[in-house]
């Protein structure tokens, strides 16, 4: 079982930045691939990152590419996300996921294992 918190969410002006971090206890994520989704009111929830173990390559949604960063730090076990430029539209509950077998269907909710409690994000025009 692996536990995952996510933080660094709040209240930001369009244009702004923030950096969620999302830090595993009870196991390593090392061998994990590491993704975050996001859910707005009233929609569901859609994937903006994920970033694999072996090479560290990264995916996003094509709406946050060049402003959003995943990364991951195996030493702290913790992976961010680092988001700048941020619009109205990014307005969300952010999630962190970790799948723990393969690298394959990393935009789909159904393909990861264990997800954190979500971190709320709300960008104002």
């Known amino acids: 079982q692996v536990q995952l918190v996510e933080s660094g969410g709040g209240l930001v002006q369009a244009g702004g930045s923030l950096r969620l971090s999302c830090a595993a206890s009870?196991?390593?994520?090392?061998?994990?691939?590491m993704g975050w989704f996001r859910q707005a009111p009233g929609k569901e929830r859609e994937f903006v990152a994920a970033i694999t173990v072996s090479t560290s390559t990264t995916y996003y949604i094509g709406s946050v590419k060049g402003r959003f960063t995943i990364s991951r730090d195996n030493a702290k076990n913790t992976v961010y996300l680092q988001m700048n430029s941020l619009k109205p539209e990014d307005t969300a509950v952010y999630y962190c996921?970790?799948?723990?077998?393969?690298?394959?269907?990393?935009?789909?909710?159904?393909?990861?294992?264990?997800w954190g409690q979500g971190t709320q994000v709300t960008v104002s025009s």
């Open positions: 009870t196991r390593t994520i090392s061998t994990y691939t």
């Open positions: 996921a970790a799948k723990v077998i393969g690298q394959n269907r990393l935009g789909s909710t159904e393909s990861f294992d264990y």
